[in-house]
């Protein structure tokens, strides 16, 4: 399990780190800033271009690793999925809040923080729905399949 749990927070760091910037560069494009993978007013409240790339990859690495590194609360045997749902979407959503303040791609504004709040909690209860669709039409395959190997015997 801990091998698993690594493996997760590496490919999500990296995932993360990759959507980040390239989300960023192509918000920058569309707004006619150029190719850059950070904003001006970042590359301002950091001191520099340098320390905004490397601030922005860490932190969308940090949100990388709680989205795919926080799939490792469902292996935890003892929890129900009401339980571990509820810590991975927190874990999400104030990872979010966060993240977006610091790297003030939003004002650091309760309004801002509610409306990302209710976007990631949309999302998140979507992407849930659709994966909990998939998995229960998974097992119920398998336990036809199992029936159907019973009644072979």
């Known amino acids: 399990m801990k091998r698993k749990l ?3 927070i ?3 760091f990296i995932v993360g780190a990759i959507m980040g910037n390239l989300i960023t560069l192509f918000v920058n494009l569309g707004y006619g800033e150029g190719a850059k993978v950070v904003s001006e ?11 905004a790339v490397i601030f922005q990859t860490l932190l969308s690495g940090l949100l990388g690793i709680l989205c795919i590194g926080g799939i490792s609360f469902y292996d935890i045997e ?4 009401l339980k571990a749902t509820i810590a991975h979407s927190m874990s999400i959503l104030f990872g979010f809040i966060l993240v977006f303040t610091l790297l003030k791609w939003v004002p650091a504004t309760l309004i801002s923080c509610l409306v990302i709040a209710t976007i990631v909690i949309v999302i998140y209860a979507l992407i849930w729905l659709i994966m909990y669709l998939i998995w229960k039409k998974e097992v119920e395959k398998m336990n036809e399949d199992l029936k159907a ?3 072979r015997k």
């Open 6 to 8: 690594i493996i997760r």
């Open 41 to 51: 007013h970042q590359v301002e409240a950091f001191g520099g271009y340098g320390l």
């Open 149 to 151: 190997y019973k009644e």
């Open 78 to 81: 003892s929890w129900s999925l």
């Open 10 to 12: 590496v490919i999500g």
